[in-house]
Structures are given as C-alpha cells and as structure tokens.
C-alpha cells in the first residue's frame, strides 16, 4: 500500500528546482581587466609631481641682472709679507745677555740678544784657513801657467792647478756665508741683531737659556705700521673677486669703518674650509690696529651680470648647489650650479644656468628632501 505524499514534501524539491536557476545562471565571466602598460623609470636627478601637489611649487623664469657681487666676510689683522722677523739661534750654545723686552721699538741692526757658542770659533777659523788655501792655490795655478808657457809645463798639471783653485773658492764661499750668520764677533761670541726697525712682539729667550739651531724663535720683531687685513673667502664666492676692489672692515672695538682695496688673493684653496685669503690694504693708517684683532669685511665683488634667484631656490645637495627646471608640466629636473654669497634674499648664479630656464623658486625642498636648504 502507497503511502501518500504530503504537501510539504512537494514543495522541497520544487524550492530547490526553482533555485538552481539563480546559482549556476550567473551570466558570463566578466571580461579580464586591459593590462596596464608600466610607467618608464625617470632618469637620477628628475622628479614627476601629481596634479594635487601643484600649488606647493612656484616656477619663475631666470631673471637676469647685472650689478656688483658684495660679500661679507670674516677677517683679521695680520703682518704684510717681510714685516715680520723670527730671530733665532744659528749654533748651540747658551745666551749669556738679553738686550730687549717685549713691547721696546728697535732699530734694524740693534742687538738683541748675546750668545755664547763654541762652534762659534770654528766657524771663524774656517774661512781664515780657506783664504791661506786659496791664496797658495792661485799661486800654484799660476807658477804652472807661466812653465806651460815656457813649455817645461803640461796642460795636465795647469788644469788640476786651476780645478784646485776653484773648489778652494768655493769653500772659501760657504765658510764665509757660515761666518756671516754668526757676525763679526771674535771668538765663541755671539750676537743676535735685528734684522727690520719694529716692535719686539716676543721674547723667549732668557739669561742662561740653552739654544739650538732651528729650535723656536728666541726674539720676534714686527712693524706695526705695515699691517693689512686678511679676509677668507669661499671657493665659489672667488670668482666675484678682483684685484683694486673697493672693501670695509668693520672692528667691535672701533667705530665707523676703515676704507681699504684688495692688493691679492691666495692662490692656493685650504682642504678643510675651501677658503682662500684675500688681502687688503688700508687707504689710510688707521693707528689703532693691532695684529690679530678680529673683524668683518664688506668687499664690493667684480661686475656681475647673469641669472639671479631667490635665496630659497638653491639647494645644499653634499658639495654642490643644485636648483630644480622646470622640464615639462609637473616634472622638473635637478642641475648643478655655480652661485656667489646671498645678498638681500638673492643669489647670482654664475654657471648652470641659461636665461630660458625655468626655476623653482618656492618648495624646492618639496622636491628634495635629501638637500639641505642651507645657502
């Protein structure tokens, strides 16, 4: 006997008919989206900005204007070449007098210091005996000149007279040189003169002091009327500098400023600062200036006339300064340039740029954060 089938049991398998529908009619796969072409790398040194980031950079174009570089430079007091004098000990020995202070003016050839050396004495004897040498010499070359003439001579015996005569002289020459760095003094007696007219700056040397050759200095003489100013001028402000610039130093112990012009710049660039000296000489005696006082100077630079930018727009990237062109819309392209010292929030660049160029003047550092905007 069949049992009957209930309503609910029908309707299960119809549900489940109805919703097989749903699940396997899902339409057709959707399509695999396009493949991307990638984005060529920028080359070193090129930066591309998003649309967004725009109002964070300001472009400008090169200005260029001409005028004069002016700089701003530490400086100090210093000796001009020859105005200064080290005096020291030419043998051993021991000083036995000292004739001068620090502070006393002197006169070229007065006596400084008196020592006693006994190599001294030697020295001395040594050119009295090459004179005694060469005066038998020559004779000699002579006596054998006047027999080669006679013919009982040979030219052998006239050409090692007369070589004899010459190494004598020569001799003769070095002892005579060693004599006179040692004076005219007699005996182990020696005395110390100043060799320039100044001012004893220092003084070493005391009574009984022991001496040796190429040791310190026992006296230092100056003249202080020849003195100059020394300013330190960086490797890329150099080229803004010329000989007969107009300069002003400025002292904290002064008022006003002196007048002065660039006589020279060094011509050698210091490893550790990149610095060169320039030096200036006063247009007029200032009378106050000592050696070593410390000041700042104000040099009027060469004629310069090129591209100018903003102060903010050069970067410090490790030894060079680089600014940002504008290559295309939103791309911009580092470049090394060569720039002076900023004046007034401005810079002229002396290389790097042309006048086409376009520059970020305004968040440069935007684009690199790597630089240092230290200029």
């Not at 007369?162 to 003094?185: F, I, K, N, P, W």
Request: glycine share 10%.
């Amino acid at each position: 006997m069949r049992r009957p089938i209930s309503a609910a049991w029908v309707l299960l398998p119809l549900g489940a008919v109805l919703l097989l529908p749903a699940i396997g009619c899902s339409g057709p796969p959707a399509a695999p989206a396009a493949d991307r072409v990638p984005e060529e790398p920028l080359p070193d040194g090129v930066v591309k900005i998003p649309e967004a980031s725009l109002p964070f950079i300001a472009v400008q174009p090169v200005r260029v204007e001409s005028g004069e570089a002016v700089l701003t430079l530490p400086a100090h007091v210093a000796f001009q070449d020859g105005a200064l004098a080290e005096v020291g000990a030419p043998l051993a020995g021991r000083v036995t007098q000292v004739h001068v202070r620090t502070g006393d003016t002197v006169r070229a050839g007065e006596p400084l210091v008196t020592l006693d050396c006994p190599e001294a004495a030697a020295v001395r004897a040594a050119v009295k005996t090459a004179r005694v040498s060469l005066r038998e010499a020559r004779l000699a070359r002579d006596r054998e000149r006047r027999m080669l003439e006679q013919g009982v001579g040979t030219e052998r015996d006239t050409l090692a007279a007369e070589t004899q005569v010459a190494e004598l002289e020569a001799e003769l020459a070095r002892a005579e040189a060693a004599a006179a760095s040692v004076g005219d003094q007699s005996g182990t007696t020696v005395v110390l003169r100043a060799p320039i007219g100044g001012e004893v700056i220092s003084r070493r040397a005391t009574d009984g002091m022991a001496v040796q050759p190429g040791g310190d200095a026992l006296v230092e003489v100056g003249d202080t009327n020849q003195l100059w100013i020394v300013g330190d001028v960086f490797e890329r402000d150099l080229p803004a500098v010329h000989d007969g610039a107009r300069a002003a130093v400025e002292f904290p112990s002064m008022q006003g400023a002196l007048s002065g012009r660039v006589v020279s710049i060094g011509a050698v660039v210091t490893s550790g600062l990149r610095t060169a000296p320039v030096r200036v000489a006063l247009d007029a005696d200032a009378g106050v200036l000592r050696p070593g006082m410390y000041g700042r100077l104000r040099l009027d630079g060469a004629a310069v006339g090129g591209p100018t930018l903003p102060s903010e727009a050069v970067l410090i990237k490790g030894k060079d300064s680089v600014v940002y062109v504008e290559q295309a819309p939103l791309t911009y392209a580092r470049r090394t340039v060569t720039v002076g010292r900023p004046v007034d929030g401005k810079v002229h660049v002396f290389s790097g740029l042309t006048a086409d160029d376009k520059v970020v003047v305004h968040g440069a550092l935007f684009l690199d954060g790597a630089a240092d905007q230290l200029i």
